[in-house]
């Protein structure tokens, strides 16, 4: 292709509302409809084909989990081994494409997914993993679009990063593909997510293996039928669900594990990075690990702050898709002195607050995800209740009996090191510690050293020396920080994602960033007048 082709400057996609009376509410309902009538069957798609063990799993509405909505059939040992060679097959031609048709499949799958594909994916999104109608647009439209779509203008900035030549010398650099296969785990909370773990490393060059969460088997499904349409070619991302022990395991035990992409538990991926190492000298390469993991995520509020904001960013930040992202605020340090009145805004827009299925567009919560997340958080509220250090000013309730439901709770506790302020729980429950108004810069130090996790934080505050303190205090707290915003919703192209600490490698998803660990740099000189005689001229004599 001769030609200096240029990726088009990306934009933001739009959040369509589904209002009343509009035609995406109407067409949304009606794919929701269709979805809910039929029981679909899911492969595992290696090398471009469908594979059926007859290992089956069924796919469930978390808020209604009488409702099946496909079954899937889970991989094996045999069928990692069918997918790695499927993958080592492709990566030569793959690898060698020019960049802009690689390109191409992926702006390709922006478009269809921004249109044919919009309502299955988000319609999958809320139905098997309960996401509410403007949850699913956000994540599984917007936000993967936008992957879709700002990738690939990433990619073509780093192939234009170039060294410094001299006369008589050309210089340049090639940004390879990993030599050996991408293996790919992604989340259930976030579609966005799975969608792109394993095409990001793709649009580099390499080929993937995907093992999508169990609990969100059925939209990653679609995703991978939509790649397909989009024109990958076969090999170059293969679909391989089922359980971590029977699908990480042996992949991990493949010499051309040339990298790991993950988003899931910090206990799950430190356990990776302990096997790739005790296993470090079987692999052709050293494999790259990307990983996104747990938070422990924080709002901290100076005397100063605006009240309403607060208990908007407090509510929304932790209810949300049921507390459910790796961001959601989990945490929070607030004064004494504006303790009452924040907590009288925050409880009457509690009361406020509707949860159920997410056919009915008025609700703002759902059920959470399966049954394990369901025990683990009553666990944390049970602890709460017994506990002489902390007091439930909200919710605390719960009900399993149709869905995983469980009623946003505030917590309030005394002790700061409490458990319910040091874990992650990973649902609606908030945990609040109110802190002397004249202890600002201690409690700050609090916030720093209470958690091992270090993913998002944000900090309410008009006095502009406080937000500076909390800056600087605060600097190795949150991989994202916020000023006077809640710290959920970072968009591709404006905050890019990701935490230190125990909450991950902080390779940012959504920037150049992420895309530079799945390249492999070879650098060429090429001398265009090379020399003819090894004497240098210090040699001759005076």
């Keep these: 292709m ?42 595992l798609i290696i090398g471009g084909k469908e594979v059926k063990t007859g290992n089956l799993a069924d796919c469930l509405c978390p808020h209604d989990h009488s409702h099946v909505l496909g079954r899937y059939h889970k991989a094996g040992p045999d069928e990692i081994t069918m997918a790695v060679d499927e993958a080592n097959k492709a990566w030569k031609d793959w690898s060698e494409m020019d960049w802009i048709s690689r390109a191409s499949i992926f702006l390709r799958a922006a478009e269809l997914l921004a249109t044919k594909y919009r309502d299955v994916v988000n319609a999958s999104t809320m139905l098997g993993q309960s996401k509410t109608v403007h949850q699913a647009e956000i994540d599984a439209a917007c936000e993967l679009i936008d992957f879709y779509r700002y990738n690939p203008y990433y990619m073509q900035k780093i192939y234009e990063e170039q060294p410094d030549s001299s006369p008589g010398i050309w210089n340049y650099v090639e940004y390879r593909a990993l030599e050996g296969f991408v293996f790919a785990i992604t989340p259930f909370n976030f579609t966005s997510i799975a969608g792109n773990l394993p095409t990001s490393p793709a649009m580099m060059g390499n080929t993937v293996l995907w093992k999508p969460a169990s609990s969100a088997v059925y939209s990653a499904y679609f995703i991978a039928l939509l790649l397909k349409e989009a024109g990958l070619p076969d090999g170059v991302i293969n679909f391989i669900p089922g359980p971590g022990r029977y699908v990480g395991d042996p992949v991990l035990e493949k010499a051309d594990l040339a990298g790991v992409h993950f988003t899931g538990s910090t206990a799950v ?115 709460a209740k017994n506990s002489e250090t902390a007091e439930i000013i909200f919710g605390g309730t719960y009900d399993d009996s149709k869905g995983y439901f469980i009623q946003p709770t505030v917590v309030v506790v005394t002790d700061p090191h409490h458990k319910l302020m040091e874990e992650e729980i990973f649902g609606p429950v908030l945990t609040i510690y109110i802190y002397p108004e004249n202890q600002f810069t201690e409690t700050l130090e609090l916030c720093d050293t209470t958690s091992p996790y270090a993913l998002t934080g944000s900090i309410f505050a008009n006095d502009r020396k406080a937000i500076i303190e909390a800056y600087q205090s605060l600097r190795h707290a949150a991989g994202n920080f916020y000023i006077n915003d809640k ?27 992420n895309l530079l660990r799945w390249v492999s740099a070879r650098t060429v000189k090429e001398s265009l007048n090379p020399p003819k005689d090894y004497r240098y001229p210090f040699l001759g004599e005076e």
């Excluded at 009376?21 to 409809?33: F, M, N, Q, Y």
């Design 269 to 383: 991926f430190q356990a990776i990075w302990k096997t790739i190492g005790s296993s470090i000298i079987n692999y052709k390469t050293y494999p790259r690990i990307v990983g996104e993991t747990g938070g422990k995520d924080f709002v901290f509020v100076h005397s100063s702050t605006d009240v309403e904001a607060v208990a908007t960013a407090l509510l929304r930040g932790a209810y949300e898709y049921q507390g459910q992202k790796c961001s959601a605020v989990s945490r929070a340090y607030i004064p004494a002195d504006v303790w009452p009145a924040v907590k009288d805004q925050l409880l009457d827009e509690l009361q406020t607050l509707k949860m159920g299925d997410v056919l009915d567009f008025s609700n703002f919560m759902a059920a959470v995800i399966d049954k394990a997340a369901f025990d683990s958080i009553v666990e944390y509220i049970e602890y």
């Design 2 to 43: 001769n030609g200096v082709i240029k990726i088009p400057c990306p934009a933001n996609e739009p959040v369509l509302v589904y209002a009343p009376g509009s035609p995406e509410k109407a067409s949304l309902k009606a794919e929701l409809k269709k979805m809910l009538g039929e029981e679909i069957e899911i492969p």
């Design 487 to 513: 710290p959920t919703g970072a968009v591709v192209g404006q905050q890019p994602f990701g935490g230190a600490r125990g909450s991950g490698t902080n390779d940012k998803a959504g920037s150049f960033m």
